[in-house]
């Protein structure tokens, strides 16, 4: 039995007034998710540990069965892994966002929806002014970059921007959490200040202002920690021989790079709602002829919550179900080697709130052969009802894996 997990980050939600107290779930049209819960089994999933942010870091890690007390390490050190970053065992890794400001405000975590060419030029724009022996930026993707700090302290109170849009963001800025780990704050703090002075200056801001657009005005550090501690998940599960991820997020590839699991790259792969979905598809359908396990992870919801953008974030849950989910379901009905899919969020992104919550997701596991459920649709209500009732963490993977 091959296994394939397809999630859809941040797509489960909270009822919304607009829909009739509907979550998006319930309202979306999704016709392959609800075929795959009324033919499979549906339940829910804790996936945040107790004492834990509400974090795609968090809650992906802990899907794929690992105990986030052992391995935590924060974004920073997963995202240096998915760039070939090799961090050094005196490295701290933190994510660095490029955001948007504005009257002492954070507008938007994305710096507008900041295209990976135009961050590439700003990181290297601030490694020009502001890097060091200490201290240097690394590339990644659109908003998404790295800040390694030579000899940090990880004991920090970072905020993560995406969960405060609209506040003030003086009140964020970094703080220590030991008194050893304040002149790491100081310096993190210092660096986002200064951002803030050069940005501005900067063609891409310049041409933007002029515009009238937002610009990628501020750094905003978050989120860092040492190389973590990981076994693979052929180590963890034996059941597995060979295994892949697909994802346009360096944080997803980077948990698959710890997991050991091969990074499969898509073209046209964006982490929003324009991602190729089909591509993403034929790579997941090509992957499984080969590999045990594959984990396909679409970001387009989890972006589309933050923004508030109830249109959006409904038209991603209906591209997942028709442009990725449906042409691997019907692929893999004329195979002779049975398959076992399995579809979830990690987390809930709700378009009213536009911030991660930490409440169990729905999940549907599909088979050939799997004594069905009275469960008829897919979505944060109906599988209150569902077979496998409320999992946690490790739970998930371990009744997947014992689906031989």
Known sequence: MKHIVILGDGMADLPVERL?????LQYARKPMMDQLAREGRTGRLITIPEGFPPGSEVANTAILGYDLNEVYEGRGPLEAASI???????????RCNIITLGDGRIVTHNGGNLETTDGDALIS??????SNERVRFITGIQYRHLLIIKGGNKHLVCA????????????LMVKAETPEAQATADLLNDLI???QELLPKHPYNIERARKGLRQANSIWPWSGGYRPKMQTLMQQFPEIKSGSVIS?????????????????????ATGLADTNYEGKAMA?????????????HVEASDEAGHDGDLELKLKTI???????????????????EPVCMAVLPDHLTPVEKRIHVGQPVPFLIWHWGIEPDHVQHYDEVACVSGGYGLLRLRQFMETLMSIH
């Open 318 to 336: 209906e591209y997942l179900d028709q442009r990725l989910i449906a042409p691997i379901y019907r692929e893999v009905q004329t195979w002779g």
């Open 125 to 130: 724009y601030l490694n020009e002014h502001l």
């Open 84 to 94: 070939g970053y090799e961090m050094a065992d005196d490295d701290l890794a933190l």
């Open 160 to 171: 993560p921007p995406h969960d405060h849009p609209d506040d003030e963001w003086r009140p």
């Open 284 to 296: 997941a359908i090509d992957a499984l002829k080969h590999d045990d396990f594959v984990f396909v």
């Open 193 to 195: 200040l200064r951002s």
């Open 20 to 24: 009739g107290g509907k979550t998006l």
């Open 248 to 268: 346009a997020v360096d944080l997803i590839r980077g948990i698959g790079h710890y997991a050991g699991l091969r990074i499969i790259e898509v073209e046209g």
